[in-house]
């Protein structure tokens, strides 16, 4: 009996002494309302976070989809230099920390102590990556590509990036298309770039596909040597289709990735009309004759 007397009286003081320290802490019991709310809002941040990391891959794979096929050996000194500028690095960054973001946010789910952080890590990884594979599959990572080009006056889009290494007249490079021939002189294409400066391209040394695919009056991209610039007058060397935006599909552009390299190689053949062409003597030629020679 007198056991149980000392019993109650020690939970007693244990019940005083928990109401007193909450008195004292000022602590205010929490509805359940509050953790529902704080549960759903953490799982709706966790999809946010996948979500955007989905986002992510997904222009990653436009990026790295539309440079598969690219003529760098035209624009850049070598494969490093291109990587170095083309890489969607803002867009790699962004999966990181939104893969971080979704681990964090997960982990602060009702249940979520209760998963290892490397397994949530891969989860949420590998949700982004499928789910960015999905996205890119129906065109999004080009839209929010775009999109994000035309909006955003600090954001580099492919379209934006496909004319500055491009629309370069210095280096002997155009984006533009082709208008009519010149009635003077017959073997001149008449070309508009897309700063609308009117060009006379000499076209003697150019494939008859290329000179077909420069007649189309689609947008292409032209690369040769400048040879007056009052009046603007480009000898071309190569006319490539400019694919943003357009239908070509990657066999396509293989093709004519492919066809442009049989074409180049005419200009450093020995044993070809076509050596002693001013094309010879260009920079972006040579660096395909030094890849393809050695």
């Given at each position: 009996?007198?056991?149980?007397?000392?019993?109650?009286?020690?939970?007693?003081?244990?019940?005083?002494?928990?109401?007193?320290?909450?008195?004292?802490?000022?602590?205010?019991?929490?509805?359940?309302?509050?953790?529902?709310?704080?549960?759903?809002?953490?799982?709706?941040?966790?999809?946010?976070?996948?979500?955007?990391?989905?986002?992510?891959?997904?222009?990653?794979?436009?990026?790295?989809?539309?440079?598969?096929?690219?003529?760098?050996?035209?624009?850049?000194?070598?494969?490093?230099?291109?990587?170095?500028?083309?890489?969607?690095?803002?867009?790699?960054?962004?999966?990181?920390?939104?893969?971080?973001?979704?681990?964090?946010?997960?982990?602060?789910?009702?249940?979520?102590?209760?998963?290892?952080?490397?397994?949530?890590?891969?989860?949420?990884?590998?949700?982004?990556?499928?789910?960015?594979?999905?996205?890119?599959?129906?065109?999004?990572?080009?839209?929010?590509?775009?999109?994000?080009?035309?909006?955003?006056?600090?954001?580099?889009?492919?379209?934006?990036?496909?004319?500055?290494?491009?629309?370069?007249?210095?280096?002997?490079?155009?984006?533009?298309?082709?208008?009519?021939?010149?009635?003077?002189?017959?073997?001149?294409?008449?070309?508009?770039?897309?700063?609308?400066?009117?060009?006379?391209?000499?076209?003697?040394?150019?494939?008859?596909?290329?000179?077909?695919?420069?007649?189309?009056?689609?947008?292409?991209?032209?690369?040769?040597?400048?040879?007056?610039?009052?009046?603007?007058?480009?000898?071309?060397?190569?006319?490539?289709?400019?694919?943003?935006?357009?239908?070509?599909?990657?066999?396509?552009?293989?093709?004519?990735?492919?066809?442009?390299?049989?074409?180049?190689?005419?200009?450093?053949?020995?044993?070809d009309e076509l050596s002693n062409s001013i094309c010879t003597k260009i920079e972006p030629i040579m660096r395909f004759r030094d890849q393809f020679?050695?």
């Amino acid at each position: 009996m007198k056991d149980m007397e000392t019993e109650n009286q020690n939970q007693n003081q244990l019940k005083d002494s928990v109401l007193n320290r909450l008195v004292s802490d000022n602590i205010c019991p929490t509805s359940k309302t509050w953790f529902v709310s704080y549960d759903i809002l953490a799982w709706t941040l966790w999809l946010t976070a996948t979500l955007v990391g989905a986002l992510a891959v997904s222009v990653s794979l436009f990026v790295l989809s539309y440079h598969q096929y690219a003529f760098y050996e035209l624009t850049h000194d070598n494969l490093y230099t291109f990587l170095e500028d083309v890489l969607p690095i803002i867009w790699f960054s962004i999966l990181v920390v939104m893969v971080l973001f979704s681990v964090y946010y997960f982990r602060h789910t009702k249940r979520g102590y209760r998963y290892a952080p490397w397994r949530i890590l891969g989860s949420s990884l590998v949700l982004s990556l499928v789910g960015g594979l999905a996205l890119h599959t129906v065109g999004v990572g080009f839209s929010v590509d775009r999109w994000l080009g035309g909006m955003v006056s600090g954001y580099e889009s492919q379209e934006k990036m496909e004319q500055r290494l491009w629309q370069d007249p210095d280096s002997g490079r155009l984006i533009g298309e082709f208008i009519g021939v010149d009635t003077v002189f017959p073997y001149n294409a008449i070309f508009v770039d897309i700063d609308g400066v009117e060009w006379r391209i000499n076209t003697n040394d150019l494939h008859k596909d290329e000179v077909l695919e420069l007649e189309s009056g689609k947008a292409v991209r032209v690369f040769g040597q400048v040879l007056s610039k009052n009046p603007t007058y480009l000898h071309a060397c190569g006319v490539i289709p400019h694919i943003y935006g357009s239908d070509y599909d990657k066999y396509e552009i293989e093709e004519y990735r492919d066809a442009i390299k049989a074409h180049l190689s005419h200009f450093y053949s020995s044993d070809d009309e076509l050596s002693n062409s001013i094309c010879t003597k260009i920079e972006p030629i040579m660096r395909f004759r030094d890849q393809f020679t050695d």
